[in-house]
């Protein structure tokens, strides 16, 4: 069974009354939407708030969705609007990132210097994904972290495909950018190889495969 016709089901049942089916909606998508809400807000408080009312609008919503639509979309445009406002509304700048989600425990395979230039490497990326204008973050997030299709992102985001689309080059170039000039950076002496032992075409390459190894 596809999501689509399994995520149907769920609302036909949750419609009929059963309570249980709105939950496993619940289980499956509160996690994505949990992560999308923290890139933009930068607050784990904040993002359990945004994700609940997420789900509350769309429980009180349910009866209006287009069945036979995806339903993630419809899930990430409200929380992206909620995220939108709520940040808006609390003045917050680009978000904060906690020492713990940045840094992944490195692979038991990599030698110590490998493995510190890996977190260095996922530190840098996620702070400069962080520090991308919101328009522009809520996209690199939706389409390396959680995987979306470019018609999922326009259905999420209510933005036309050629606006996605040149969104998401502008941002893919403004992180180059930065991770380009932050591998760049070091004595003279090892300013070929940056302060990780990267190369600055190393880091273009980070950008080039994708940033959701690093998110």
Not at 146 to 158: H, L, N, P, R
Not at 185 to 201: C, D, I, L, Q, V
């Amino acid at each position: 069974m596809s999501d689509t016709a399994r995520d149907d089901e769920a609302i036909r049942r949750c419609l009929a009354g059963d309570r249980e089916a709105f939950g496993e909606l619940v289980e499956r998508y509160k996690r994505p939407l949990y992560a999308v809400a923290y890139r933009l807000l930068g607050d784990s408080g904040l993002a359990e708030d945004a994700v609940q009312e997420t789900f509350l609008r769309a429980y009180r919503a349910l009866g209006r969705f287009r069945r036979g639509d995806p339903l993630a979309p419809w899930l990430y445009r409200i929380a992206t609007n909620l995220c939108h406002d709520l940040g808006r509304s609390r003045g917050r700048q680009a978000p904060g990132l906690d020492e713990g989600q940045m840094d992944r425990l490195a692979d038991p395979a990599d030698q110590p210097d490998e493995a510190l230039a890996r977190r260095e490497t996922q530190r840098r990326v996620r702070e400069a994904v962080a520090s991308l204008p919101e328009k522009y973050r809520v996209l690199v997030v939706m389409a390396h972290q959680q995987g979306m299709s470019y018609e999922a992102i326009c259905q999420a985001t209510g933005e036309p495909l050629t606006i996605v689309k040149n969104r998401l080059y502008r941002a893919r170039h403004m992180l180059k950018e930065q991770l380009t000039a932050y591998y760049e950076e070091g004595p003279p002496e090892t300013a070929h190889s940056g302060p990780t032992g990267r190369t600055p075409a190393e880091a273009s390459a980070t950008l080039e495969g994708g940033v959701s190894a690093d998110l």
